[in-house]
Structure formats: structure tokens, C-alpha cells
């Protein structure tokens, strides 16, 4: 199985701040990376694809970038509705295998 | 709208089975795979497997090879996944998920709201 490194773990944030997570993969998968996010009691959803790839709906304030092994996610301004936990996962090959999860909190 | 409705929680002792259904609206349900995640709580994202819902056809995450079984119902939309010899640490959110496009590899989008197991004698 592919594993990954996500971090930090835990993130503490102020509304308008610029955020990163990061997310390091044991071997290359190319492009082959989502992120998600996750509020409590909720299912997640999907934010982008393919490294790089913003979801339909998905606010511009996110992106994505990297390849191979070493990704990140970025929130340009972060809003109250951001405060979530959010998770990499790569699907570059079976079985799927996510990130430890990010959970970004009001500082 | 797609839409992946789940069956309810359910409360189950070791040793037993459960079998939890996801409906799918929306989409052409033979048109895109179907994934299970699971949630235990207050931890992370775990990956079952999947089923490509026109064949029949599964991929399971060796962890639960000859415990879980997905399979179909293509004239109802819904895909079921069932999960054996249940023990304590299966109790978590399981949660039905669909792909992105039939093409591989592609990531999931559209989720399901995810149904409680609690495993408890």
C-alpha cells in the first residue's frame, strides 16, 4: 500500500490567514491526488483532483499543487466556513489510502 | 441532483453480520463505480472497496478480503456492502461513495451521509 504524510496535524488559523497542508506519499503516484474536506457529522467532499483541479462549486480560494510524491493544499483567505478537517488521498492505485487528516481551527 | 441515500444505523454484537444499502438518484447507476469508506470515531478515512455496479465486479482492500461483500441491485440503483465476523473495531460510520467518471484512476465526489454500525455485546 501507498502511505502517506500529512501536516501539521493540527492548524491554527484566523479568518483571512493564507494556509498550507501538506501531504507526502511513499512512492510516486504522478498526479493521482484529492483533497477533501470534512465537517463534523458530515460526509466529505470532494475540493480538488487531480493534484490541481478545483471540483465544480469548489471556492477559488483553494488550490492545489505538486507531483509524484510531495502535494500541497492551499486556502489563498481563509473563511469561517473553512474551519473543517481535510484530508489527502491517493488513488494512483488500490487500495485507496488517506492522509492522517489536517483539522484547522480557530486560533 | 445525484443523490446516494443510505440505509439507517444499525446496532449489531461480535460475531454478526450487517448489511448496509446505498440508493442512488440523479445518475445512471451502471455508469460509475461505487466505493465504501469507513469512519471509526474520531478517526480518519479508511477505503473498503469498490464495485463497478454494471458488472458486478469488486475490488476489496486486502484488510477486509473474506469479510466484506458488495454487491448490486442494478433494477433499484442501490449498492450494498456486507461485512462479517463483526468485532468492536469495526464500529464506525460507513459511508458509500461515487466515482468521479468510469475512467481509472478517478477519485470519489459524490457521498453518501453515511451510516453509524456500533459493534457491542
Known amino acids: 500500500a501507498i502511505w502517506m504524510t500529512q501536516s501539521p496535524s493540527l492548524l491554527s488559523a484566523s479568518t483571512g490567514d493564507r494556509v498550507t497542508i501538506s501531504c507526502r506519499m511513499s512512492?510516486?503516484?504522478?498526479?493521482?491526488l484529492a483533497w477533501y474536506q470534512q465537517k463534523p457529522g458530515k460526509a466529505p467532499e470532494l475540493l480538488i483532483y487531480?493534484?490541481?483541479t478545483l471540483q465544480s462549486g469548489v471556492p477559488s480560494r483553494f488550490s492545489g499543487s505538486g507531483s509524484g510524491t510531495d502535494f500541497t493544499l492551499t486556502i489563498s483567505c481563509l473563511q469561517s466556513e473553512d474551519f473543517a478537517t481535510y484530508y489527502c488521498?491517493?488513488?494512483?492505485?488500490?487500495?485507496?489510502?488517506f492522509g492522517q487528516g489536517t483539522k484547522v481551527e480557530i486560533k | 441532483q445525484v443523490q446516494l441515500v443510505q440505509s439507517g444505523a444499525e446496532v449489531k454484537k461480535p460475531g454478526a453480520s450487517v448489511k448496509v444499502s446505498c440508493k442512488a438518484s440523479g445518475y445512471t447507476f451502471t455508469g460509475y463505480y461505487m466505493h465504501w469508506v469507513r469512519q471509526a470515531p474520531g478517526q480518519g478515512l479508511e477505503w473498503m472497496g469498490r464495485?463497478?455496479?454494471?458488472?458486478?465486479?469488486?475490488n476489496y482492500a486486502q484488510k477486509f478480503q473474506g469479510r466484506v461483500t458488495m454487491t448490486r441491485d442494478t433494477s433499484i440503483s442501490t449498492a450494498y456492502m456486507e461485512l462479517s465476523r463483526l468485532r468492536s473495531d469495526d464500529t464506525a460510520v460507513y459511508y458509500c461513495a461515487r466515482s468521479l467518471s468510469y475512467g481509472d484512476p478517478t477519485p470519489a465526489d459524490y457521498w453518501g451521509q453515511g451510516t453509524l454500525v456500533t459493534v457491542s455485546s
Open positions: 488521498q491517493q488513488y494512483y492505485s488500490f487500495p485507496w489510502t
Open positions: 512512492q510516486g503516484i504522478s498526479s493521482y
Open positions: 487531480a493534484a490541481s
Open positions: 464495485i463497478n455496479p454494471n458488472s458486478g465486479g469488486t
